[in-house]
Nanobody, 122 residues
Framework: QVQLVEAGGGLVQAGGSLRLSCAAS????????MHWFRQAPGKEREFVAAISWSGSMTYYADSVKGRFTISRDNAKNTVSLQMNNLKPEDTAVYYC???????????????WGKGTLVTVSS
């Protein structure tokens, strides 16, 4: 059983930056592809970014491409999301998720964190 705990959310002005982190425990971290999803108020949860087991491949939603960077440290069992040039539409609860398979389908995630709130003011 893998536990995921997010941190780093908060309130930031538009144009600012935040760095989210997700700490994993209870499993072999390098066996999992790691993801970030987000859910804005009144909207469905959506894919944000993913990173391969080794960290050599990354994937981004079009809405965050060029502004967000996902990375992982398999030695520390952590995955991070650096968010730059934040926009009010980035306001959401951000969730860390792990999957054994190559997928961006949230229904195929094996484990989820509880989320961290990011609020971007205009």
């Amino acid at each position: 059983q893998v536990q995921l705990v997010e941190a780093g959310g908060g309130l930031v002005q538009a144009g600012g930056s935040l760095r989210l982190s997700c700490a994993a425990s209870g499993g072999t971290f390098s066996n999992y592809r790691m993801h970030w999803f987000r859910q804005a108020p009144g909207k469905e949860r959506e894919f944000v970014a993913a990173i391969s087991w080794s960290g050599s491949m990354t994937y981004y939603a079009d809405s965050v491409k060029g502004r967000f960077t996902i990375s992982r440290d398999n030695a520390k069992n952590t995955v991070s999301l650096q968010m730059n040039n934040l926009k009010p539409e980035d306001t959401a609860v951000y969730y860390c998720a792990a999957s054994r398979v190559t997928t961006q389908n949230m229904r195929l995630m094996d484990y989820w964190g509880k989320g961290t709130l990011v609020t971007v003011s205009s």
